[in-house]
C-alpha cells in the first residue's frame, strides 16, 4: 500500500477507527495493539504498545491477551475495512478458540482466542514459533468452514492502492481529496486550495498545473515536499490517497 | 601557495602591535578555513576558560580557499570567538565585500585580542579613536567607507548585549554575541582593504566550474530562494504545528496567515537583493509603515512574530529593521521577549510586555540595547534572566546552552531535537541540518529514534564543511555528491590533490574539535540537554496535537550520535579523536 493502513480514510474516519467501531457494536472491550512509535488517531479503545515490536502478530496477541479483563477475544488486523457486526458475533458464538478457513486457508486474523491462550503464546514465543497458526492449534481450535460464516466480505482487506481506491470509488463515485498549496506553489496555482478527485498521490498531484511539474516519473520531485494531512512527507506518488485527505504541497528547501 | 595566503594578522589593540604570525599549509589542509580554521585559532588564540568579555579573549575574523574567486556565494567570512552567551564556541557566517577586502589584506585571518584604551576604529591596520560610538552600524559603514570595506557593532555590541550582532555589508554574523565581544574591546569597526590576490591553481577549470555552478544555482532546488526567500517556511511549518509560537508554547500561529510570504508578496512593496558574489539572491525586501523598507528572513519573522504572538506586520518588519540597526540577534532577542512575556503572564516580570504587544516589543528592543530596565535583565540573553527571575523559570526559557532557539519546534522535528541539544553553538539550525530528515521521508518526525543519529551527524559534517570552504548552504541542493563536487571545486583553486574521503575526515574532525574546545571550557554530559518544557508538556495543537519529546528518547539519540562520532558514549573524545585533532592546547575532561 505504502502507506498506513490504520489512517487511510475510510467512512469517513481512519481505517482503524472504523474497526473499532465495529468491534464496539459487539464487544465492550476493545484492546489496540500498537508498536511503541505507531501514531494513531485518538480512538474509542485501550492502546497498548507491543513489548517486543518485531515479533510479528503473535506477539501482537500476546500483547492484547495479557490486558483483556474477560475471558474471550475476538482478533483482526487493522486491515478488515468490510468487518460487520453480524460476522464478529458468529465467531464469538462458538466460545472457543475457532478461525475460519477460506478455500482451505486459515484466516488466523480474523478468530477468537481465549483468554486462556496467553501462556501458550508466551512458551510459543519463547520457543521461537512464531505463527499464530501454531497458537490455534496449541488451543485445538474450531476449524470453521467459510459457508457456515454470514458476511464473509468481513474477510476482505485492501492489498493495493488500486483494491483500496476501487473500494473508495464504489462507495462514492463522486468522492474527492484537496490539494493545499503552500509557497512557491502557491504563487504557482494563484490559489491555496483545489478539490480533485482520489486516487493514486500522482493522479492527485497531476491536477495541478503542469508548470509546477510537481513529479518525477512516480516520485515526488525533488523542489517539492508532499505531506498528506501535514504527519508524514512522503516520496512515493504510487500511494493512495483517500476521500476528504489533505495533500500538502510545500518547498522542498526549508533551511532558512 | 594557492588559495591562502599562509599567515594571518594577530592585533593586539591594548597594545598597537600587529604580528603577522605563519599559517602552515599543513594547517590549513587540515582546517581549510572559515569554522574550520577559526576552530584551530580559537584553541590557540584563547587562554583556557578565558572570559569571553575579557581583553584576553580574542575575536577571529576568518577567510577560506574560494572567497576572492569567481564561484557564486563564496565572499564569504566566519567570525570566530568564545560567545558571552553560551561561554562555547561560537561561529557566524556572513556574506559580504568585507571578505573579499579581508583576503586581499593579505592574510587568511584577522585576530584581535586586547582591549582599546577608549572607544576606537581599527582601519587598515592603524587604529585610532572613534567618533562614531553610539552610531548604528549601518552609520559606522558609511562613515568609514571611504577607507574600505566595514565590519562594525551597532548600539547593541558597545553595550555589551550578550546577543550582540557584527554587522558587514549589511548582512551580520549574529548568533552568540560575538558583537559583545567587539564591543567589549572598545571596537567600534573593523576596515579592511587590499590589492593582494592569491592566485588559483589552475584558472580555466575554476572559471569552468564557476560558470556551472552559478548555472546550477539558478535551477529548480534555489528556485524558493529566489521567489520568495526563507519567508517562505512560516506557512509550511505553521501547516505542520512545527512553528513555535508564544515561547514554544505551541506549534501553530492563528495569526500567521497576516505574516505568510505569500501575501507580503502580493500587498507590499518587494524589492530583493543579494549577498557579495552570489547569484542565489535570497534576500527579500518588504515596504512597511508606509515608506520604511527592510529585508526580512523566516528567523526575522518566526522570533518577533509567532514566537512572541505579534501577527501585524508592520510591527513585526519595523522589529526586524530596529534589530538590524541596533545589531540585535533576531532570533535571541524575538526568543529573550518571548520568555519575559510568559514571565510577564506568569506574573514573575509585571511589567513585561505581553504576547501580541507589537509596540511593546518594539520599545523592549531599544531598551535591551540600552540596557535600560526590564531591557538589562534581557541584555543577558533569555537563560541568566531566568536564572534571576527563578520561580521555575528556567524550564521555559527557550535555549539550550544559553542560545536561543531558532525557529524549528522540536517536539514536531524530533531528529532537529537531536540537533540542538548536542549543537557546539547551542541551539544551532545553521551548523546542524538535522531538520532535513525531518522534512523528508526517512523519519518520523513526531517520534524521535535513535537510528536518525547518524543521518542527523552527517547534515552536521557537509555543513562543516561548507562553512569551511565558505560557500551559502543554499547551494547544498545543487551538488549532485556533496564531497566529490566540493573536493574538485578545492583542487582547482588550491591545488591540492584532495578526495571526496579526505573532506569527509576534515569535516568530521572541525566538529570534534569545536566539541574538544567546549570541553576545555567546561562542557559537560548535561550541557546536551533541551529545557524541561519540551520533555514534559505536549504539543497542543494541529497535526502535532500531542506530540512528546521523551527524555528516554532524547538520550537514546543523543548518546547514538555520540557513539557514531567516534566519541564516548557521554559525549567525551575518544583518545583516537584527540590524537587526530592535535591541537597546540589539548582538551581536557574525559
Redesign the interface.
Known amino acids: 500500500m505504502g502507506r498506513d493502513k490504520a489512517w487511510l480514510p475510510w467512512r469517513d474516519r481512519p481505517l482503524v477507527a472504523h474497526v473499532v467501531e465495529i468491534l464496539r457494536q459487539v464487544v465492550g472491550e476493545v484492546i489496540v495493539v500498537a508498536s511503541k512509535?505507531h501514531?494513531l488517531p485518538p480512538l474509542a479503545a485501550c492502546v497498548v504498545r507491543d513489548r517486543a515490536p518485531g515479533l510479528g502478530p503473535l506477539a501482537g496477541i500476546r500483547e492484547g491477551l495479557a490486558h483483556l479483563r474477560g475471558d474471550l477475544a475476538f482478533v483482526c488486523a487493522t486491515d478488515a475495512p468490510f468487518i460487520t457486526p453480524r460476522y464478529v458475533e458468529a465467531m464469538l458464538a462458538f466460545g472457543c478458540a475457532a478461525a475460519p478457513d477460506v478455500d482451505g486457508y486459515v484466516q488466523t486474523l480474523s478468530a477468537v482466542y481465549p483468554k486462556a491462550a496467553l501462556e501458550h503464546a508466551e512458551a510459543l514465543i519463547l520457543a521461537g514459533r512464531m505463527r499464530p497458526l501454531f497458537l490455534l492449534e496449541a488451543l485445538h481450535y474450531r476449524r470453521v468452514p467459510a459457508r457456515e460464516l454470514p458476511d464473509l466480505q468481513s474477510l476482505r482487506g485492501f492489498n493495493t492502492p488500486d483494491e483500496y481506491l476501487k473500494a473508495v470509488r464504489e462507495e462514492d463515485e463522486h468522492a474527492v481529496a484537496t490539494l493545499?498549496f503552500?509557497?512557491?506553489a502557491?504563487?504557482a496555482m494563484g490559489c491555496r486550495t483545489l478539490e480533485v478527485p482520489v486516487g493514486t498521490l500522482a493522479e492527485v498531484l497531476s491536477r495541478a498545473h503542469p508548470t509546477l511539474?510537481l513529479l518525477e516519473g512516480e516520485r515526488v520531485?525533488?523542489?517539492f515536499?508532499v505531506?498528506i494531512?501535514?504527519?508524514?512527507?512522503?516520496?512515493?506518488a504510487s500511494i493512495p490517497v483517500g476521500p476528504g485527505e489533505h495533500v500538502?504541497v510545500?518547498?522542498?528547501?526549508?533551511?532558512? | 601557495m594557492y588559495g591562502f595566503h599562509g599567515r594571518y594578522a594577530r592585533f593586539d589593540l591594548t597594545t598597537g602591535r600587529q604580528e603577522i604570525l605563519p599559517l602552515p599549509e599543513s594547517v590549513l589542509r587540515r582546517h581549510l578555513g572559515g569554522v574550520g580554521l577559526g576552530a584551530w585559532l580559537l584553541h590557540r588564540e584563547a587562554p583556557p576558560r578565558v572570559d569571553p568579555l575579557s581583553p584576553e579573549a580574542p575575536l577571529i575574523f576568518c577567510f577560506s580557499p574560494l572567497v576572492g574567486t569567481p564561484l557564486t556565494t563564496s565572499a564569504k567570512l566566519a567570525v570566530v570567538g568564545k560567545s558571552p552567551l553560551t561561554g562555547f564556541v561560537s561561529d557566524g557566517l556572513s556574506g559580504s565585500h568585507f571578505a573579499i577586502a579581508g583576503k586581499r589584506s593579505g592574510v587568511d585571518a584577522i585576530v584581535l585580542v586586547g582591549r582599546c584604551a577608549q572607544p576606537s576604529e581599527l582601519v587598515n591596520g592603524a587604529l585610532r579613536p572613534t567618533s562614531l560610538w553610539g552610531c548604528s552600524a549601518r552609520e559606522a559603514a558609511e562613515a568609514l567607507a571611504p577607507h574600505g570595506r566595514v565590519a562594525a557593532i551597532g548600539v547593541a555590541g558597545e553595550n555589551g548585549v550578550r546577543f550582540a550582532t557584527i554587522s558587514n555589508d549589511g548582512r551580520h554574523a549574529g548568533r552568540g554575541g560575538l558583537g559583545a565581544v567587539m564591543g567589549a574591546k572598545r571596537l567600534k569597526a573593523l576596515v579592511v582593504d587590499g590589492e593582494q590576490v592569491t592566485p588559483v591553481a589552475d584558472p580555466e577549470r575554476v572559471a569552468r566550474l564557476a560558470r556551472e555552478l552559478s548555472r546550477r544555482s539558478l535551477g529548480?532546488?534555489?528556485?524558493?530562494?529566489r521567489?520568495?526567500g526563507?519567508v517562505?517556511?512560516l506557512?509550511?511549518?505553521n501547516?505542520?504545528?512545527a512553528l513555535p509560537t508564544r515561547n514554544f508554547q505551541s506549534g501553530s500561529f492563528a495569526g500567521a496567515e497576516a505574516l505568510a510570504?505569500?501575501d507580503l508578496?502580493s500587498a507590499r512593496e518587494r524589492a530583493r537583493s543579494t549577498c557579495a558574489s552570489c547569484t542565489i539572491g535570497c534576500t527579500h525586501i518588504y515596504g512597511f509603515n508606509r515608506t520604511d523598507r527592510t529585508r526580512i528572513?523566516?528567523?526575522n519573522l518566526f522570533a518577533l512574530g509567532s514566537l512572541c504572538g505579534v501577527s501585524d506586520a508592520d510591527a513585526v518588519l519595523a522589529a526586524s529593521r530596529r534589530c538590524d540597526e541596533l545589531g540585535l540577534d533576531t532570533v535571541s532577542a524575538g526568543g529573550t521577549i518571548a520568555f519575559a512575556m510568559e514571565c510577564g503572564e506568569r506574573g514573575y516580570l509585571p511589567e513585561a510586555p505581553r504576547f501580541g504587544d507589537g509596540a511593546g516589543l518594539l520599545a523592549l528592543l531599544d531598551d535591551i540595547a540600552q540596557r535600560r530596565g526590564l531591557g538589562d535583565l534581557l541584555a543577558e540573553g533569555s537563560r541568566r534572566a531566568a536564572i534571576q527571575v527563578g520561580r521555575g523559570s528556567l524550564d521555559f526559557a527557550p535555549q539550550v546552552k544559553g542560545l536561543e532557539i531558532p525557529?524549528y519546534e522540536p517536539r514536531a522535528l524530533q531528529t532537529m531535537a537531536l540537533g540542538f541539544a548536542v549543537g557546539t553553538r547551542g541551539a544551532d539550525?545553521n551548523r546542524s541540518?538535522a531538520?532535513?530528515l525531518d522534512?523528508?521521508?526517512r523519519v518520523?518526525?513526531?517520534?524521535g529514534?535513535a537510528r536518525a543519529a547518524q543521518l542527523a551527524l552527517e547534515t552536521e559534517d557537509r555543513a562543516a564543511l561548507i562553512d569551511s570552504l565558505i560557500l551559502c548552504?543554499?547551494l547544498?541542493?545543487v551538488f549532485e555528491d556533496f564531497y566529490a563536487d566540493t573536493a574538485e571545486l578545492l583542487q582547482a583553486v588550491v591545488g591540492w590533490d584532495v578526495s571526496a574521503a579526505e573532506l569527509q575526515g576534515i569535516a568530521r574532525r572541525i566538529v570534534s574539535l569545536r566539541k574538544s574546545f567546549n570541553i576545555r571550557e567546561g562542557w559537560k554530559p548535561e550541557d546536551d540537554a533541551l529545557p524541561e518544557r519540551f520533555l514534559s508538556e505536549s504539543l497542543p495543537d494541529?497535526?502535532a496535537d500531542g506530540a512528546r519529546l521523551t527524555r528516554e528518547c532524547l538520550q537514546e539519540m543523543i548518546r547514538s550520535y555520540n557513539l557514531a562520532r567516534g566519541w564516548t558514549e557521554r559525549g567525551y573524545l575518544s583518545a583516537s579523536v584527540l590524537a587526530d585533532l592535535a591541537v597546540d592546547s589539548q582538551p581536557v575532561g574525559i
Do not use: C, W
Not at chain 2, 529548480?220 to 530562494?225: G, Q, R, S
Not at chain 2, 518520523?444 to 517520534?447: S, V
Open positions: 512509535d501514531g493545499e503552500l509557497g512557491r502557491r504563487l511539474e520531485a525533488r523542489p515536499l505531506s494531512e501535514a504527519r508524514a512527507f512522503v516520496r512515493d500538502i510545500m518547498d522542498a528547501s526549508v533551511g532558512g | 529548480p532546488e534555489t528556485a524558493k530562494y521567489e520568495l526563507t517562505a517556511n506557512m509550511a511549518f501547516r505542520i504545528a510570504a505569500e508578496q528572513e523566516y528567523e525557529g539550525h541540518g531538520y532535513e522534512f523528508s521521508d518520523d518526525r513526531l517520534h529514534d548552504k543554499f547544498r541542493g494541529g497535526t
